[in-house]
């Protein structure tokens, strides 16, 4: 059975799967070398890679809040704010969240296991995700340093904010 993107837009939709659309990853990727080996992908293996990319940064410990409770994944957030002490409006997915997921699902489309050494799964492990997506988890491979960049001022390694 195919997997359907439902992307977040920013009312924290209880059913999402994705951050970004498979046309907003089109257009992200559009600006960088590798365009050409994502539109060669099918549009299926497209999908499962955003859809994981979206699921594996949800798990990332975010400065902030889940603006609703309802939500599925991570974003939107609320007390978020810039490097630069600006606040992230907590009422959509911002533009840099959207590009980390558009080269994250790419990396993923080129693998051919599954690549996070933090996963907690035995390296050597089959997964099988849905949409027909399975990975062998491998050992001691992380995130690409582009992503990593992308999100860092806004995760946080040390503490977990809890809504009380």
């Known amino acids: 059975m195919p997997l359907t993107l439902i992307v977040e837009d920013g009312t924290g939709r209880p059913d999402a799967n994705a951050r970004a659309s498979r046309a907003g990853v089109r257009a992200v990727l559009a600006r960088v070398p590798f365009t050409e080996a994502w539109a060669a992908c099918a549009t299926e293996k497209q999908d499962q890679s955003i859809a994981e990319a979206s699921a594996w940064l949800t798990r990332r410990t975010w400065c ?10 991570a974003f939107p ?39 996070f050494a933090d996963s907690g799964v035995q390296p050597g492990t089959r997964l099988n995700l849905p949409g ?13 340093p582009d992503v990593r960049a992308l999100i860092a001022p806004y995760v946080t390694t040390s503490a977990t904010v809890v809504r009380l």
């Open 77 to 115: 957030r609320a007390h978020l704010v810039t490097p630069d002490g600006y606040a992230v409006a907590s009422n959509l997915v911002p533009a840099w969240l959207i590009e980390a997921v558009a080269r994250l699902a790419f990396w993923l489309s080129q693998q051919t296991a599954t690549p």
């Open 132 to 144: 027909g997506l399975s990975f062998t988890v491998a050992g001691g491979v992380t995130m690409p």
């Open 64 to 73: 902030g809040i889940r603006t609703y409770e309802r939500q599925a994944l």
